[in-house]
């Protein structure tokens, strides 16, 4: 007869089979009679309980299984007819921050950036011009707020050049406007931030450093090797004194979902896209690369309202507007090329592939891959230049 130890060993294996668990050393520490024929019964018995648990686990994983990254995330857009000071609903009020909590918030950030004594005059809860978003707008003697009403974030401050006193001798050097950027960032990005940012572009308001009395920088958050524009840090100053002129704070969180789908694979989609909605373009070129980017309704307007989408009038003088989820995904942007209008005007349409699940969640009529070229190649652009 088998030693007890030699049945657990045997039940264990067949048990590790099929659910995977490392649960040995509890399985070991059961105890068990030492009669000669109650442990072969008490085994017995353990197999075949253990067995339907075993079963009923296993179905369960096969039936159920289904990983949040892989589950499909597009919805259609949201409908709604834009109204230019759309009052907020009682419901949608409630989510909000009350304007006692604004205010307090308000003057924290004032005394932030170094306008101590200043007090909120004017405040308002409405919903923002483009967006619709909800926002808590509010105005001191030198400078105005907006906060995102319901967690009460800082989206922008201004604060106008009549409000400093600027030095005389205000000029400084390129590589002087960089370091103050960088300290300028890790004073005013959300606190608990603890993410690297890229300086993306340094811009000045005059054609030459020593007559620049304003400095803009233009951080984007980093991923590796990837940049997410949706987390965007935007910093203008006073050069010398740094003194805020405004500064800007997007926070479109990159949800870092993996990269399942080969660019092939993705390519085929975006081409397999293109021709049920344009099936008279030849495309002569096609380009892809891994970006992170927001979902958006771009492909979804040129599919089902493809000649109003396609005069790029349609969202400018209308009032009915789409929205889709502000999701920010690691997607192939992939870039088709049409036959050459005439020789002057190249079209191209990017496609936003995602890497996990495949769908298409948006895209736009020009190249994406260009986008940040084009910020680095700027004339006026001297964050990347020796």
């Known amino acids: 007869m088998k030693a007890n130890e030699e049945y657990l060993a045997e039940i264990y294996q067949k048990y590790r089979e099929v659910s995977d668990k490392e649960h040995k050393d509890e399985f070991y520490q059961i105890k068990f009679q030492t009669s000669k024929y109650k442990p072969l019964k008490m085994v017995a018995t353990f197999v075949l309980t253990i067995g339907v648990m075993v079963g009923i686990v296993y179905a369960t994983n096969v039936n159920t299984r289904n990983p949040q990254e892989d589950r499909k995330i597009w919805k259609e857009p ?3 007819e834009w109204m230019e000071h759309e009052p907020l609903a009682e419901e949608e009020i409630d989510k909000c921050l009350s304007e006692k909590e604004a205010r307090t918030l308000g003057m924290q950030i004032l005394i932030k950036v170094g306008l101590e004594g200043e007090t909120i005059q004017n405040i308002q809860l409405q919903k923002n011009f483009f967006s619709q978003e909800k926002e808590w707008q509010m105005a001191s003697q030198k ?46 990005k959300p606190q608990g931030d603890t993410g690297e940012y890229e300086l993306i572009k340094l811009t000045r308001n005059m054609q ?11 951080f984007y958050k980093k991923y590796g090797d990837l940049l997410n524009p949706h987390e965007e840090i935007q910093i203008g100053w006073i050069p010398t004194i740094n003194g805020i002129y405004s ?11 993996p990269e399942k789908i080969k660019k092939e694979k993705a390519i085929e989609i975006a ?10 373009k030849v495309i002569t070129c096609v380009e ?18 493809k000649e109003e989408y396609n005069n790029h009038e349609f969202l400018k003088y209308g009032t009915t507007r789409f929205k889709t989820e502000d999701r920010v995904r690691k997607v192939w ?20 592939v995602d890497c996990t699940t495949g769908e298409i969640i948006g895209g736009h009529w ?15 652009n001297f964050a990347s230049k020796d």
Request: glycine share 2%; proline share 3%.
């Open 78 to 80: 949201e409908v709604y």
């Open 143 to 188: 400078a105005t707020i907006i906060l995102e009403a319901e967690t009460g974030e800082l989206k922008c401050i201004q604060v106008p050049t009549w409000n400093y006193k600027i030095p005389y001798n205000y000029g400084i050097t390129r590589q002087e406007a960089k370091e103050v950027a960088k300290e300028l960032l890790e004073k005013y």
């Open 208 to 218: 030459t450093d020593e007559d620049s009395y304003i400095w803009y920088a233009q």
């Open 247 to 257: 500064l800007n704070i997007k926070r479109g969180v990159y949800e870092k979902n």
């Open 271 to 280: 081409k397999e896209k293109d021709k049920q909605i344009e099936p008279e």
């Open 288 to 305: 892809a690369e891994v970006r992170i980017r927001q979902m958006n309704e771009e492909v979804y307007l040129r599919e089902n309202y």
């Open 333 to 352: 942007c992939v870039v088709l090329t049409y036959d050459e209008i005439n020789k002057d005007d190249t079209e191209k349409y990017t496609y936003f």
């Open 366 to 380: 020009w190249s994406d891959l260009d986008s940040e070229k084009v910020i680095r190649e700027d004339p006026y």
